[in-house]
């Protein structure tokens, strides 16, 4: 794999990992239960396209403005590792995070914080930061193209998937996903103070 490629891979695996459909699909159903079919899938198309958006964007712009303030790789690192390690480490000891958006749920709201929390920014900035060029940002852009088209697929399917196999799977898998984001964020925190304290 080149430089680019590499970076883009992992991206997307850890955004997979923390935003993928395993933690969607839950959260999806609970908050439009109470909706129609087609204002249902409506709302999953619109939040997923939103969601890509705002992968877009922060690859684009948000890095751009870091370097603009000044702010290190190292200190991104270790605010990003920081912010993944508490997410990750709540629900583990029965601190359950609220994520849903307003009643009835918008495509806004539903985007952010649900489908793209603020540490999944973290670490879009973070790998921006270290593929700045024009490919690289627009390879990141596609990453969140790719896994927001699998979460709308995943919610548009979420009723006949639950029905499937039950909320239980699902529930193991996010208790194994939380303890990879806890292990996750606790190495980008220790990369990021290594970082920020080695000698220029």
Do not use: C
């Given at each position: 794999m080149n430089s680019v490629d590499e970076p883009?891979?992992?991206?997307f695996g850890l955004l997979f990992t923390l935003v993928g459909p395993i933690k969607v699909i839950p959260a999806f159903h609970a908050m439009t239960s109470e909706m129609g079919v087609q204002?249902?899938?409506?709302?999953?198309i619109k939040a997923a396209a939103y969601g890509a958006l705002g992968i877009g964007l922060?690859?684009?712009?948000?890095?751009?403005?870091?370097?603009?303030v000044g702010?290190?790789?190292?200190?991104?690192?270790?605010?990003?590792g920081l912010v993944l390690a508490i997410v990750g480490l709540?629900?583990?000891?029965?601190?359950?995070?609220?994520?849903?958006?307003?009643?009835?749920?918008?495509?806004l709201s539903l985007a952010f914080p649900v489908l793209l929390p603020p540490h999944a920014f973290g670490l879009i900035l973070l790998i921006s930061l270290y593929i700045p060029s024009t490919e690289g940002r627009l390879g990141i852009a596609i990453v969140g193209a790719i896994l927001m088209a699998i979460n709308a697929v995943a919610m548009l399917l979420a009723v006949p998937i639950l029905k499937r196999v039950g909320i239980t799977p699902l529930r193991i898998f996010?208790?194994?996903?939380?303890?990879?984001?806890?292990?996750?964020?606790i190495q980008i925190l220790?990369?990021?103070?290594?970082?920020?304290?080695a000698p220029k």
């Amino acid at each position: 794999m080149n430089s680019v490629d590499e970076p883009l891979s992992v991206l997307f695996g850890l955004l997979f990992t923390l935003v993928g459909p395993i933690k969607v699909i839950p959260a999806f159903h609970a908050m439009t239960s109470e909706m129609g079919v087609q204002e249902r899938n409506w709302l999953a198309i619109k939040a997923a396209a939103y969601g890509a958006l705002g992968i877009g964007l922060a690859a684009l712009i948000g890095s751009a403005q870091i370097d603009k303030v000044g702010i290190s790789p190292g200190t991104i690192g270790t605010a990003a590792g920081l912010v993944l390690a508490i997410v990750g480490l709540m629900p583990l000891i029965g601190i359950e995070t609220k994520t849903e958006p307003a009643t009835p749920p918008d495509a806004l709201s539903l985007a952010f914080p649900v489908l793209l929390p603020p540490h999944a920014f973290g670490l879009i900035l973070l790998i921006s930061l270290y593929i700045p060029s024009t490919e690289g940002r627009l390879g990141i852009a596609i990453v969140g193209a790719i896994l927001m088209a699998i979460n709308a697929v995943a919610m548009l399917l979420a009723v006949p998937i639950l029905k499937r196999v039950g909320i239980t799977p699902l529930r193991i898998f996010g208790a194994v996903f939380g303890i990879l984001q806890l292990a996750l964020g606790i190495q980008i925190l220790f990369w990021g103070i290594s970082v920020g304290m080695a000698p220029k």
